[in-house]
């Protein structure tokens, strides 16, 4: 069970041994499997190879030339549907090796450095007192970090957490906490302030290619009024349709579901799962049954993903979110966090095209070669 490209199989095996989980994934989930065909015209073989063709250090090709053809000619497509909160993704592992998806990681990590490193030469959230402005009640001090208005605000309520450190990909686990409980300090403020701004909202863009017009780490705080933020209600809603339908709980369902497929992790009360139906590359779906702010538990398990991201595999921009209950928490869902790798830095084409907008998601990572890694890790 090592692939996103068995769960024709693995959801049958449901069937036999696990019939609760097999109704359950299919109370969710459908999906179909399918070998789609092209031909390889002669007059491409050579371009074929050198694109597909595995090489060894002296450039000998390694791969026989037919599994290379064959690979291309009938490639194996998983489209899974999400029938409560309507995402769907679309798999297809040869994507993961077509022509400029194979990373160069020194590189990667040389041009990354340098974009750092030339950064901090007058970075304003270096010096977030002096360069950046404060909100009408003052700012919240943490040890690692400190909170700024966002200048141009995306919403009424609409701040940043500077971190002090200027690189994002360097953080303990000391440093991690601390901005997450700035930003619920934030929350309460403001709370405070108004209590019609009761609906919070998390979201880090780590480096450019996720969003983020600062190198400089730091993480976007807001709080809005009537309801959630558009996605957030969405699952909200998923959330309360499925419970009035069902009387289960659906984010209970769907970790239940990505148990029982092997993609889950748990933690305590802290419980995880590479979702089958990712918004992008590597998402990882952690539902806290409280604050991040008030449970050491969550706040580790945040620093262990994010860790492993980058530091094994090779994550350099990520979105990280945290979708909150409201602040009276009078609506019943959990903490959800989420997080997803942008690509990175070096490529010039967007990981995000009509398709993700428009359509559906389109991904190139195996949930199962996550999850492994991240079990290892953790
Ligand atoms: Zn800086």
Same mark, same amino acid.
């Given at each position: 069970?090592?692939?996103?490209?068995?769960?024709?199989?693995?959801? /049958? $095996?449901?069937?036999?041994?696990?019939?609760?989980?097999?109704?359950?994934?299919? *109370?969710?989930?459908?999906?179909?499997?399918?070998?789609?065909?092209?031909?390889?015209?002669?007059?491409?073989?050579?371009?074929?190879? @050198?694109?597909?063709?595995? *090489?060894?250090?002296?450039?000998?090709?390694?791969?026989?030339?037919?599994?290379?053809?064959?690979?291309?000619?009938?490639?194996?497509?998983?489209?899974?549907?999400?029938?409560?909160?309507?995402?769907?993704?679309?798999?297809? &592992?040869?994507?993961?090796?077509?022509?400029?998806?194979?990373?160069?990681? &020194?590189?990667?990590?040389?041009?990354?450095?340098?974009?750092?490193?030339? &950064?901090?030469?007058?970075?304003?959230?270096?010096?977030?007192?002096?360069?950046?402005?404060? $909100?009408?009640?003052? *700012?919240?001090?943490?040890?690692?970090?400190?909170?700024?208005?966002?200048?141009?605000?995306?919403?009424?309520?609409?701040?940043?957490?500077?971190?002090?450190?200027?690189?994002?990909?360097?953080?303990?686990?000391?440093?991690? @906490?601390?901005?997450?409980?700035?930003?619920?300090?934030?929350?309460?403020?403001?709370?405070?302030?108004?209590? /019609?701004? #009761?609906?919070?909202?998390?979201?880090?863009?780590?480096?450019?290619?996720?969003?983020?017009?600062?190198?400089?780490?730091?993480?976007?705080?807001?709080?809005?009024? $009537?309801?959630?933020?558009?996605?957030?209600?969405?699952? #909200?809603?998923?959330?309360?349709?499925?419970?009035?339908?069902?009387?289960?709980?659906?984010?209970? $369902?769907?970790?239940?579901?990505?148990? &029982?497929?092997?993609?889950?992790?748990? @933690?305590?009360?802290?419980?995880?799962?590479?979702?089958?139906?990712?918004?992008?590359?590597?998402?990882?779906?952690?539902? @806290?049954?409280?604050?991040?702010?008030?449970?050491?538990?969550?706040? #580790?398990?945040?620093?262990?993903?994010?860790?492993?991201?980058?530091?094994?595999?090779?994550?350099?921009?990520?979105?990280?979110?945290?979708?909150?209950?409201?602040?009276?928490?009078?609506?019943?869902?959990?903490?959800?966090?989420?997080?997803?790798? *942008?690509?990175?830095?070096?490529?010039?084409?967007?990981?995000?095209?009509?398709?993700?907008?428009?359509?559906?998601?389109?991904?190139?990572?195996?949930?199962?070669?996550?999850?492994?890694?991240?079990?290892?890790?953790?």
């Amino acid at each position: 069970m090592d692939s996103i490209f068995e769960l024709e199989y693995n959801v /049958n $095996d449901l069937k036999k041994v696990d019939e609760k989980s097999y109704k359950l994934f299919n *109370r969710i989930y459908s999906f179909y499997s399918e070998v789609g065909t092209l031909k390889i015209v002669p007059s491409m073989k050579p371009l074929v190879l @050198s694109y597909f063709g595995e *090489r060894d250090d002296s450039g000998q090709l390694t791969s026989k030339v037919e599994d290379v053809f064959e690979n291309l000619e009938k490639q194996r497509i998983i489209n899974i549907f999400n029938e409560r909160s309507g995402q769907g993704t679309l798999y297809n &592992s040869l994507r993961s090796n077509r022509p400029g998806m194979n990373r160069d990681l &020194s590189e990667e990590i040389i041009k990354l450095q340098y974009l750092i490193r030339n &950064s901090e030469k007058n970075c304003d959230f270096c010096s977030p007192e002096e360069n950046t402005p404060e $909100d009408v009640f003052g *700012r919240v001090r943490g040890k690692y970090s400190i909170t700024a208005a966002n200048i141009a605000k995306y919403d009424v309520w609409s701040s940043l957490v500077i971190f002090k450190k200027h690189n994002p990909l360097e953080f303990n686990l000391k440093e991690l @906490s601390d901005y997450l409980d700035t930003a619920f300090k934030w929350f309460d403020m403001v709370f405070n302030e108004d209590e /019609n701004y #009761k609906f919070p909202f998390f979201v880090w863009n780590c480096l450019p290619r996720a969003g983020a017009s600062q190198v400089h780490g730091h993480a976007q705080i807001l709080m809005t009024r $009537d309801r959630s933020y558009a996605r957030v209600e969405s699952l #909200k809603r998923t959330s309360h349709e499925y419970k009035k339908e069902t009387k289960e709980e659906y984010f209970n $369902d769907l970790y239940m579901i990505h148990k &029982s497929l092997g993609l889950s992790h748990k @933690s305590g009360n802290v419980r995880l799962f590479a979702s089958i139906t990712p918004i992008k590359e590597k998402e990882i779906i952690i539902i @806290s049954p409280g604050s991040p702010s008030k449970m050491d538990q969550t706040k #580790k398990v945040i620093f262990n993903i994010l860790r492993c991201f980058i530091d094994v595999l090779g994550v350099q921009n990520f979105n990280m979110s945290i979708s909150c209950p409201s602040m009276n928490e009078d609506d019943d869902i959990p903490y959800i966090i989420q997080m997803v790798d *942008r690509g990175d830095i070096s490529k010039s084409t967007a990981d995000i095209g009509g398709m993700e907008l428009y359509g559906s998601t389109v991904v190139a990572d195996d949930p199962y070669k996550v999850i492994k890694k991240l079990r290892e890790y953790l």
